[in-house]
């Protein structure tokens, strides 16, 4: 599977704590990052810059779902149920 364009779910929906160029405490749940583009592109893909974390998510229909919308509620779910109260 590839990315869909203009998706970006993988860079909105999860929370990142690793420092990220802009972000240096890393984002949010369901905060876009900032090195996203207006087309939904990461702006550091194939750069050294780009978090390993990042680096590390393969699209994938079990976490990006058949939409956007999909791919944003499957990786909120894994969100939620991975977190630390």
Partial sequence: MT???GCAACCI????TAP???MPHGKPAGVPCIQLDEHGL????????RPAV???IIPEPSWCGESK??????????????AIS
């Fill in 13 to 16: 929906a999860p929370s990142i």
């Fill in 54 to 56: 990042c680096r590390g």
């Fill in 20 to 22: 990220i160029p802009g």
């Fill in 69 to 82: 919308e999909e791919g944003l509620k499957l990786i909120s779910d894994l969100e939620q149920l991975t």
């Fill in 3 to 5: 990315c869909r364009p």
């Fill in 42 to 49: 990461c702006k550091l893909f194939n750069h050294p810059e």
